[in-house]
């Protein structure tokens, strides 16, 4: 018991902590029906803040954390309740690249700041303590514990007691309806993000002591909070704040059990494991549900003409035929390029076309990577048929993530797959099926017979030919039957399956064709710098794909090149556009472009208006007879009238 | 062939939104399932199509037990139905929503059909597409856009994609709520021309006193998830019970008319 009890401490302590901001988290997701995954960066953003104030200016830390409470009290939850209000009623995928927008935002600002290395955090609670049965307990430790309990409990009693509580339950339902009761929906949510901002800011001070000054440990470690909001059911607060203890707890505990490999993977993925357990094993209507957005994902789709479109294809093939007697030494920026064509290729198929999102497509792409190292390398098979199985190797492990998505859809299935993409992280990428304990792999450059790869020029070229290949295929389904069924997926699932459809199919096969495509992409990484390391595949790179492919729009092969070369082949010219500052704009761009998206018809509707105007200062422009039908049908129906 | 549901309840927690409720919609007849809002007629429905679980009772298609199959093993059996909020993909044209009811029962659970389509297999999705269209008289509409239409016009490509899957019974969930009057009565021909000249089945849930009593061959009336009364709709227009418990002496005269 004794050597059990240190464990036993940290992990309530820290449990509360989790439990608080967890509370924050589901007040303001019932609140708001927006699931902020940011709600961890804000954490990080109150520690540096806080840092900031007492240790570089000397702030006394009661002032510094005082008013590092008042910023994130009033500025922060002002601007998140004005950002999640403008998203109005978009479609869930896009609720989550906002608030994963967010996240990236925070932490590469934060990166920007004040730089990647871990610093020391100021004890600023009393280290001195008591001693329990030879264990110390410190009366910053107890602090801590109180204020988190006595925060989550006060919250919890005074919703119930107070008029706000019923109208913070009202306003998500029916904002119209609690408007009408002469209750403003605007103050409510305001209120909501105030107290959630409040409570994050307050778990990140609170944590950053013990844990240290690090912006990716604390805005995953406040992410324990989603461990804890699952076993609230995203609904109760105090439960949400019992899970909390109960992860904080299982964490602790771990670290004592599982200490040694290969097992030491799986302490920091306790929380994510929980996060899985309950979405897979609670029915899925015992969770709150965000109401169906009435909005299609993809704008009307008026296909270019073949003429046009022919000439574009063959225009742009001819680019990349000459890119190498252009480029110059820059050439292996464009060979990643073309890889991350195929990585958003199969990602836009999921996500656009499908309407499903995923947030472990890195994880598909690591598994590639493995795969053509253990075949090349370990097994010594031809580079050709290392590729292909690489690409089929990752089709298993799509299969298993869709199951979630047969069970869940929407914010649940992006937990999940954020999820899945944590715990291939921590516990599989350390086995030996995969990186192994170096966290290394390398594989070979193949060598044909009419080709030697181990030139970039001409690796190039075959990197381009299986690369045009792919995105031929991934084209082809999206137009062919399945692109259909899938595109109609997105919009009512209900009604395929009440015509027959076995819509479970459907989805598995999506998840195995775009998960062999990211298979396919990561074998030609590794092949193309002959090793490769996991620090490109862990679940921030998955937020990062979301996060710029949807700041390239909803289609599927514009978006996809545009967004390869975003990620790819732009920082690899502009040297100063480091990992930070790629962050930062991504993340900060993918949130604007979600309120694009939102705005789409307010802004076609903007378009209208000015061609009026515009039409009407100049007498000589087309009669309007002519013009107005084609901007009527560039509108879509107002979602609150088609209800 | 016609589908049956025996002694079906249907309970929310507590609240029992549907009670011991026997009905038979066979084929070659409009069956009628009328009553007041809330009286548990959308959630008969929905344990017709398998969108719900009964509590307890059984639904035969054919003589076969389905109270345990999915929506879309009982669609691939012959049952197709509409919505009452309408489930269109707004994205697409009117041509594509209806292909799309001939080709998921065609498709089903087959992984290789749902990826590659046979040139057969697409000229048979193109004529019943086609024919659908014409038969509820929408071809001019084939290429708009689904969501610019009008509630009116959805309900039709709604109707015309049943058909296009080649279903024999027919649930229909409020065809006619935000349709014009002549557009309910050019409707109600087309339902029953289907009936009558195609020997399908058709069970309709439906508000419009007007339509359901030209319509419908017989009628089951439902009232706090009871079922009060069955008969044709001259017995049911007859019946104080029914008069009392739903339709109200103005709507009954208004139905005679």
Redesign the interface.
């Known amino acids: 018991m004794t050597n059990l009890l240190p464990f036993l401490v940290t992990g309530i302590v820290s449990g509360s902590l989790y439990g608080l901001a967890g509370v924050g988290l589901v007040l303001t997701y019932r609140t708001s029906g927006v699931f902020n995954f940011g709600h961890g960066a804000l954490a990080a953003g109150s520690a540096y803040l806080f840092y900031s104030l007492h240790v570089t200016h000397h702030v006394p830390w009661p002032v510094a954390a005082g008013i590092t409470l008042l910023v994130f009290g009033v500025a922060v939850a002002w601007a998140l309740e004005r950002l999640t209000r403008s998203l109005g009623d978009v479609p869930e995928a896009v609720v989550v690249v906002a608030t994963v927008g967010l996240l990236l935002g925070i932490q590469g600002l934060l990166w920007l700041q004040y730089g990647t290395s871990l610093r020391p955090f100021p004890d600023f609670l009393p280290t001195s303590g008591f001693q329990i049965s030879g264990v110390t307990v410190t009366y910053a430790q107890v602090i801590s514990f109180l204020l988190a309990t006595a925060s989550a409990f006060g919250l919890y009693g005074f919703l119930r007691r107070h008029r706000l509580g019923v109208a913070m339950r009202g306003v998500v339902d029916n904002p119209t309806l609690l408007a009408l009761s002469a209750e403003s929906p605007r103050r409510v949510r305001l209120a909501a993000w105030s107290i959630g901002s409040v409570f994050a800011a307050l778990s990140g001070i609170l944590l950053a002591p013990t844990l240290g000054l690090d912006a990716t440990l604390l805005t995953f470690l406040v992410v324990q909070a989603f461990g804890a909001c699952a076993i609230g059911m995203f609904s109760s607060l105090p439960l949400t704040y019992l899970g909390g203890i109960t992860v904080g707890l299982a964490a602790s505990l771990a670290t004592k059990y599982f200490s040694k490999p290969p097992f030491n993977g799986i302490p920091p993925a306790v929380p994510f494991l929980v996060l899985l357990v309950v979405l897979l094993a609670v029915p899925a209507r015992r969770f709150p549900k965000r109401r169906a957005s009435?909005?299609?994902l993809?704008?009307?789709?008026k296909p270019m003409p073949r003429r046009t479109a022919a000439l574009l294809t063959g225009a742009g093939l001819l680019a990349l035929a000459v890119v190498p007697t252009v480029v110059g030494t820059r050439l292996p920026v464009w060979i990643g390029g073309l890889q991350s064509m195929i990585v958003f290729g199969s990602l836009a198929l999921l996500v656009w076309t499908s309407g499903q999102i995923s947030l472990c497509h890195a994880a598909f792409v690591a598994v590639g990577v493995t795969t053509m190292s253990h075949m090349t390398h370990g097994l010594g098979l031809p580079w050709g048929v290392a590729l292909v199985l690489s690409g089929l190797v990752a089709v298993p492990v799509g299969a298993l993530v869709a199951i979630p998505a047969i069970r869940l859809s929407g914010l649940y299935l992006a937990l999940a797959t954020l999820g899945f993409g944590v715990l291939m992280q921590f516990m599989f990428f350390p086995t030996s099926f995969m990186f192994g304990k170096t966290l290394q792999v390398s594989a070979p450059r193949p060598r044909l017979a009419f080709i030697d790869a181990t030139h970039d020029k001409q690796f190039y070229f075959l990197v381009l030919a299986i690369a045009v290949a792919c995105m031929v295929v991934i084209v082809a389904?999206a137009t062919?039957?399945?692109g259909?069924?899938l595109?109609?997926m997105s919009?009512?699932p209900?009604?395929?399956?009440?015509?027959?459809?076995?819509?479970?199919?459907?989805r598995?096969?999506v998840f195995c064709v775009s998960a062999f495509f990211a298979g396919i992409a990561g074998a030609l990484a590794v092949s193309q710098y002959g090793t490769a390391s996991t620090a490109p595949y862990g679940p921030v790179s998955s937020l990062l794909y979301i996060a710029v492919l949807a700041m390239c729009g909803t289609r599927l092969l514009r978006s996809s090149i545009l967004a390869a070369a975003l990620l790819s082949v732009v920082p690899g010219y502009l040297t100063s556009f480091d990992t930070s500052r790629q962050m930062f704009a991504f993340g900060v761009i993918a949130v604007a472009a979600t309120i694009v998206i939102a705005k789409r018809e307010v802004i076609a509707q903007m378009i209208t208006t000015f061609n009026r105007s515009s039409r009407r200062a100049r007498p000589w422009a087309p009669s309007p007879g002519i013009v107005a039908p084609r901007a009527a049908?560039g509108t879509?129906?107002p979602a609150g009238m088609?209800r | 062939m016609s589908l049956e549901i025996v002694d079906v309840s249907v309970h929310y927690g507590g609240n029992k939104a549907v009670s011991n409720v026997s009905l038979q919609a066979p084929l070659g007849r409009i069956t009628g399932l009328i009553g007041p809002n809330g009286a548990g007629k959308t959630t008969t429905f929905n344990a017709c199509?398998?969108?719900l679980r009964p509590t307890t009772g059984t639904v035969r298609l054919n003589g076969h037990d389905i109270t345990h199959r999915?929506?879309?093993a009982r669609?691939?059996m012959g049952l197709?139905?509409t919505?009452q909020r309408m489930?269109?993909?707004?994205?697409?044209t009117a041509r594509?929503n209806v292909?799309?009811?001939a080709?998921?029962?065609?498709?089903?659970?087959?992984?290789i059909r749902?990826?590659?389509?046979t040139g057969a297999q697409r000229r048979a999705v193109e004529e019943a597409t086609t024919s659908a269209l014409e038969l509820c008289g929408i071809s001019h509409l084939a290429d708009r856009?689904v969501?610019?239409l009008s509630t009116g016009q959805r309900r039709l490509i709604e109707l015309a994609?049943?058909l296009a899957?080649g279903f024999r019974l027919l649930l229909l969930d409020e065809p006619s709520s935000g349709l014009a009057e002549e557009e309910t009565e050019e409707f109600g021909e087309i339902l029953k021309h289907l009936v009558t000249e195609r020997g399908l089945g058709i069970l309709i849930v439906e508000h419009d006193m007007a339509l359901v009593m030209a319509v419908c061959q017989y009628l089951y009336v439902l009232d706090f998830g009871h079922l009060i009364f069955e008969g044709t709709p001259a017995e049911v227009q007859a019946s104080e019970l029914v008069r009392a418990a739903y339709l109200g002496s103005e709507a009954v005269e208004v139905a005679v008319q």
């Open positions: 009435l909005r299609s993809i704008p009307e789709v389904i062919s039957r399945l259909r069924l595109r109609a919009e009512t209900t009604m395929l399956a009440t015509h027959g459809l076995g819509v479970n199919v459907t598995l096969i049908t879509r129906v088609a | 199509s398998g969108l999915s929506p879309a669609a691939r197709g139905r919505f489930e269109l993909v707004n994205a697409m594509m292909a799309l009811g080709e998921c029962p065609l498709v089903g659970v087959n992984a749902q990826v590659f389509s856009t969501g610019t994609r049943t899957g």
